[in-house]
């Protein structure tokens, strides 16, 4: 696609229940970044995907949270057992691979735990 | 320590006038390079500018430009003639080059709430 895609735009769930964001990144963009961004926050890195290599997840605040991303392209997030302190907006973003290519960012997850 | 330092929580500046948005970074990295992202309401992240370190001219783009001050490692934002649709939150990021393989990502600031009066 032109853009980056994220589903849901909004989720509403239930504390303790899992739940999983996926992501689309542009075509032939080697490089997928989640981010976290809490209410009237920054950015918060959780974890990045470059072509096949081992994914970089040293910004997971949890074991609860897991991502991976299939055949270089689609990635998912998941969220187990989600806690009141997961509300946040989720951002994916993609890029090419280099210190000159920006992000593209998607529009972003609203996840809402009640 | 914080790699990207924006000191400006909230901003104000009339429309027409130009403001000026602080950026700090520290890096120890020779190759670099320096983002600017606006976040309106609406929460989409839309790219500004790009400056890379080697850059000897300072980086333009329409009403945006950044002075990029490479000893005292400043980047600043600053936009011209400003309008009621620029206020949103603005932030300054960095993504390092390191040899050897990098994740390349961009470490974010906290960013500057700019607001525009009439």
């Known amino acids: 696609g032109a853009g980056v895609s994220q589903s849901p735009s909004n989720k509403v769930t239930e504390k303790g229940k899992d739940v999983e964001l996926r992501c689309d990144p542009i075509s032939g963009h080697t490089a997928l970044y989640w981010y976290r961004q809490s209410l009237g926050q920054g950015l918060e890195f959780l974890i990045y995907f470059q072509g096949n290599s081992a994914p970089d997840k040293s910004g997971l605040p949890s074991d609860r949270f897991s991502a991976e991303r299939t055949g270089g392209s689609v990635s998912t997030l998941t969220i187990q057992r989600t806690q009141q302190e997961d509300s946040a907006v989720y951002l994916c973003?993609?890029?090419?691979?280099?210190?000159?290519?920006?992000?593209?960012f998607g529009s972003g997850t609203r996840l809402t735990v009640v | 320590a914080q790699k990207i330092t924006q000191t400006q929580p909230g901003m104000f500046v009339q429309e027409k006038e130009a403001v000026t948005l602080d950026c700090t970074y520290d890096t120890s990295d020779q190759s670099y390079g320096l983002f600017w992202y606006k976040q309106p309401s609406s929460g989409e992240m839309i790219f500004l500018i790009y400056?890379?370190?080697?850059?000897?001219q300072n980086a333009t783009e329409g009403r945006y430009s950044l002075n990029f001050q490479k000893a005292r490692k400043s980047a600043n934002l600053v936009i011209s003639a400003s309008q009621l649709g620029d206020s949103a939150m603005y932030f300054c990021?960095?993504?390092?080059?390191?040899?050897?393989?990098?994740?390349?990502?961009?470490?974010f600031g906290k960013g500057t709430l700019l607001t525009v009066n009439p």
């Open positions: 973003a993609s890029s090419h691979r280099g210190i000159n290519y920006g992000y593209t």
């Open positions: 990021a960095m993504r390092e080059g390191r040899s050897g393989g990098s994740n390349y990502k961009l470490t």
């Open positions: 400056q890379g370190s080697y850059d000897e």
